[in-house]
């Protein structure tokens, strides 16, 4: 019990000393100055408890059963994500060919020759030549490791598992958008479709008013241009609603992108758009850095830049190599493989470059010039998650303003349509006042509609921008 006590601890601290010799600076994840709070989230809404926050399939706080059904698509489907993952897998293999260097690597070599030499001799009474021919036989085992006792291997291991990880955070990020974008995508085109719905009761009331101008006209209480004018109102709203076609079909065709299908065979029926908003707590700065995938890869590559300086800086120290080799040799099939005709060798060897020009010099500072670009390249993806918030935040704030004050002009709108119509048939004004009045309304109707839409695309983007239900976590284990 002893022995093996004290085996242990001479096996720990071999690996103490080991990780004490490598090379190259250990990683710290470079600091951020991050605000106490988002400025813009001050006076929008008050806290909610961090459990209401989206995990996981952040779509479903929209309770749109379709497009739950849709995003479930584009995880398996979109093409764009196969790419990313077949990325990331590529980049995963690099970790375990990485860790190969840290096992010893065994050749074995079988061969049998056959040789020969010629010889001749010269003398006074004769000339006389002689040949030799020989057959040799090898079986023989050779042996290679190693030791990485400047950790180059390790920082070489270090810096692929980080890019592993940050392939991963890549594919997540790249996930989150395609889901953001079907999101948005899909809640324009329910837009559309109550814009549709809303042209078409107004292409019903603008038919309605033709026929009564027409009937007024036919018995001589209205002009023939007041019988024009309503045609032309009718015709024009009828040509804008055939317009919607055209936006709502490209909708389509993005979304059957989004879910890797082929335009011609995919299609969405007609709802109308939702008018409640899901609440979308906020939370504080610094848990953008946990919680957004793009922020935690531009931080794994931090982290593989770190390592990669390791690796040159262990090019300055020389490398300590084990070979063995043994095998058989005989000259005889019969007797090759015996004892007798055993060989073996073994060795340790030391390796070391004394002169090389400044390369490894130059190998280094690339090395740290790579790491100083990679934290400029992190600070600046958490500045632009820290703006992405504030600028979503602040469009909630003021376009849910917008929507109660434009919902008190839609109302007014309506009731100038139901007061112009009724002064019209009591022959008090032209017919210009009730076009006037029902194009205001059909205006502020479809205000009122793009202030939802724009309302929802901005809770959508919000989501993204906090990291949607992602957590750092997912990078921890998958890259090996």
């Avoid at 084990?322 to 055993?342: C, E, H, I, K, Y």
């Avoid at 470059?353 to 740290?368: E, H, K, V, Y």
């Avoid at 479809?446 to 750092?472: C, E, M, P, Q, Y």
Wanted: charged share 20%; with cysteine; net charge neutral.
């Amino acid at each position: 019990m002893k022995r093996s006590n004290t085996k242990h601890r001479l096996s720990m601290g071999f690996l103490v000393l080991l990780s004490a010799c490598t090379a190259g600076p250990d990683y710290v994840r470079p600091t951020v100055d991050m605000p106490a709070a988002f400025k813009e989230s001050a006076d929008w809404k008050p806290a909610e408890p961090r459990d209401l926050q989206s995990r996981g399939n952040w779509w479903e706080m929209f309770n749109d059963p379709l497009l739950n059904e849709l995003e479930a698509q584009v995880n398996i489907s979109n093409q764009n994500l196969i790419q990313a993952e077949a990325q990331f897998r590529q980049a995963r293999a690099l970790v375990q060919s990485a860790r190969a260097g840290y096992f010893p690597t065994l050749s074995g070599n079988v061969s049998s020759s056959r040789s020969g030499s010629s010889s001749s001799s010269n003398s006074s009474s004769n000339n006389s030549s002689s040949s030799h021919s020989s057959t040799n036989h090898s079986l023989s085992l050779d042996t290679t490791w190693e030791i990485d006792v400047w950790g180059r291997v390790r920082r070489s291991v270090e810096a692929n598992r980080a890019s592993a990880e940050a392939s991963l955070g890549d594919l997540e990020a790249a996930k989150l958008s395609a889901q953001a974008e079907l999101a948005q995508n899909y809640f324009q085109l329910r837009s559309l479709d109550t814009q549709k719905r809303l042209f078409e009761e107004t292409i019903a009331a603008l038919s309605k008013s033709l026929q009564l101008t027409k009937n007024r006209y036919a018995l001589g209480v209205a002009a023939q241009a007041d019988v024009v004018q309503a045609e032309t109102q009718l015709k024009s709203t009828m040509a804008t609603a055939l317009d919607i076609g055209v936006d709502r079909a490209q909708l389509e065709h993005a979304i059957a992108l989004l879910i890797g299908k082929p335009a011609s065979v995919f299609s969405i029926p007609r709802a109308p758009l939702p008018s409640a908003l899901p609440v979308v707590p906020v939370g504080l700065p610094s848990a953008l850095l946990e919680r957004r995938p793009d922020i935690a890869a531009a931080e794994r590559r931090v982290m593989a830049a770190n390592a990669e300086i390791g690796v040159a800086k262990s090019a300055y120290f020389p490398r300590v190599t084990l070979s063995a080799t043994g095998g058989f040799q005989s000259a005889s099939v019969a007797d090759w493989l015996t004892v007798p005709n055993r060989f073996w060798s073994v060795g340790p060897a030391l390796a070391a470059t004394l002169f090389d020009g400044g390369l490894r010099r130059a190998q280094t500072d690339q090395a740290i010039a790579a790491y100083d670009g990679t934290v400029a390249a992190y600070r600046q993806t958490v500045l632009t998650g820290l703006k992405e918030v504030e600028d979503n935040v602040v469009a909630l704030r003021i376009l849910e303003d917008e929507s109660r004050v434009q919902e008190e002009a839609l109302q007014a709108a309506r009731r100038s349509t139901v007061l112009a119509t009724n002064q019209y048939k009591a022959g008090t004004v032209s017919y210009l006042d009730v076009i006037t009045t029902q194009t205001a309304a059909l205006s502020n109707e479809r205000t009122a509609v793009n202030i939802t839409n724009r309302r929802l695309s901005a809770s959508i983007a919000l989501i993204k921008a906090l990291g949607g239900g992602w957590d750092s976590e997912t990078l921890k284990g998958r890259a090996d």
